[in-house]
């Protein structure tokens, strides 16, 4: 399994978990597993990481969110899509360290499958911000 479906994947479940508002995320995360029949041993290691990852950091990287959203905004009007992929992205720059412009480019190009017309400019807008600021 390549990253870039892993990526998407992780995407996938993080989006069902956000809709759920689930507690019990190791046992989503094992039946998410089963169900697509994911056998790959990097990728479930890959969409364990961002799962319990985003889960773990999940205040720090709503915080992210917050201070890099225009000041009229809240989190609260960012789409589920949108406020996935921006987690999504957010734990993977800040915290799994991987290259920024990889991570971007790929989230976007999620942004353009699941999200609205805005949702591309909006999400790189968002991270881009993020990334400046995290190299200040």
Do not use: C
């Amino acid at each position: 399994m390549k990253r870039t479906e892993a990526r998407e994947q992780a995407f996938r479940l993080l989006y069902s978990l956000q809709l759920m508002d689930e507690k019990n995320i190791e046992e989503q995360l094992e039946m998410f597993i089963q169900e697509n029949e994911i056998t790959d041993k990097d990728g479930i290691d890959y969409i364990k990481d961002i799962i319990m990852g985003t889960d773990k950091y999940n205040a720090e990287i709503e915080k992210s969110i917050s201070e890099n959203i225009k000041s009229d905004w809240d989190i609260h009007r960012i789409s589920k899509i949108d406020l996935t992929l921006l987690k999504l992205g957010i734990y993977e720059i800040v915290y799994s360290k991987l290259p920024y412009k990889v991570v971007i480019n790929e989230v976007v190009e999620l942004a353009k499958k699941y999200g609205d017309d805005n949702s591309k400019a909006f999400v790189n807008g968002v991270l881009a911000s993020i990334v400046k600021r995290n190299e200040a």
